[in-house]
């Protein structure tokens, strides 16, 4: 991971093989990052990515093992019990001749090749806590 | 809806069933925002999603009643004749094992779970005036 | 091509039949812009769009003529050798009654209808240089 400061947030550049949520919330705990947002292209291997089903009241996940390019990612960071917690969602598309889209919540996925991020951090925290109607940790503004 | 001041912007969480479109126009109207950029990620359903047949002159829309994921959405805020206009497109995927990808102009959405917003206003207004050329309200910068 | 200065940056319409990359690009030498992020909403045809293919070291792009929404498009820009190189992704849709999504790494594509463009410039240069183990330009941090 490299990290350069610009005028409204960071460029960061991920790795081959690094852990985007985990490489970025570390970033976020070591500079005191507690909100934010971000969007980033590159591509991405063994990607947990899925959707949360409401009626079941759980999220749904597959493993995507092979590589993909991050055609879109956008996402924000906000606390859960003081703690910096990602809430990304991305477009992936095939490197075949169909370049064919799957997208949806990403929990963790691998860097492949590289990952070029643009993160703006806010001054003031943002937290997230259960919400009983949905069974999901929401954004309390 | 809620809404809390960051620096450059306003983070905004949609509750489930707000109407997307009509929703922040009417905070863009409280708050005197003329223009402006968002993103968004979240889950919305009963879209009106489409596109502009530029040899037709006309929108061909669909609906799509079931709950997608929004897996991005990138939108802005001008005027026309005195009243602010979003401008969105969205890439919504299914909500099954396929996660699927369509997208396309958003005309409106209804939110489903949450929708959350970023959203950068500009203190100089922005206006689209209507183009002869291709039928459309397009930016006049 | 038609350019407003905003507080963060500059929204730009690019015109049907401009070609996107070369057009921004030109804005950038215009400007003095050496590196910045973007993202765009619009219509686009005669789209180079592909991915890198790591293992063969070479880019595969096919051409897609017909005319295509540009349901997301995020992009950066930095130096090379001291000239400015756009790294940009999209999703696109067909303009059919599928609103089907083919997404990846676009080399060029030429303004169909209309590009509305956000592009967030940055005061300090940044940089891109061959990578010997991937065989990219990839950002220096």
């Not at 490299?2 to 852990?19: N, P, Q, S, T």
């Not at 492949?112 to 806590?129: G, Q, S």
């Amino acid at each position: 991971m490299e990290v350069r400061d610009v005028e409204i947030g960071f460029m960061i550049k991920l790795a081959r093989g690094e852990r985007v949520m985990e490489t970025l919330l570390a970033f976020c705990e070591k500079r005191g990052i507690k909100s934010g947002v971000f969007n980033a292209i590159g591509a991405v291997k063994n990607t947990e990515i899925g959707y949360y089903n409401l009626e079941k009241r759980e999220y749904f996940f597959k493993k995507i093992a092979e590589e993909r390019e991050v055609a879109s990612m956008t996402g924000n960071i906000a606390e859960v019990e003081g703690k910096p917690l990602i809430h990304a969602h991305a477009v992936l598309s095939a490197m075949d001749d169909t370049l064919s889209c799957v997208g949806a919540h990403i929990k963790e996925a691998e860097v492949a090749v590289t990952l070029e991020v643009f993160l703006t951090p806010f001054a003031l925290p943002l937290a997230r806590a259960y919400d009983e109607a949905t069974g999901l940790k929401l954004l309390q503004l």
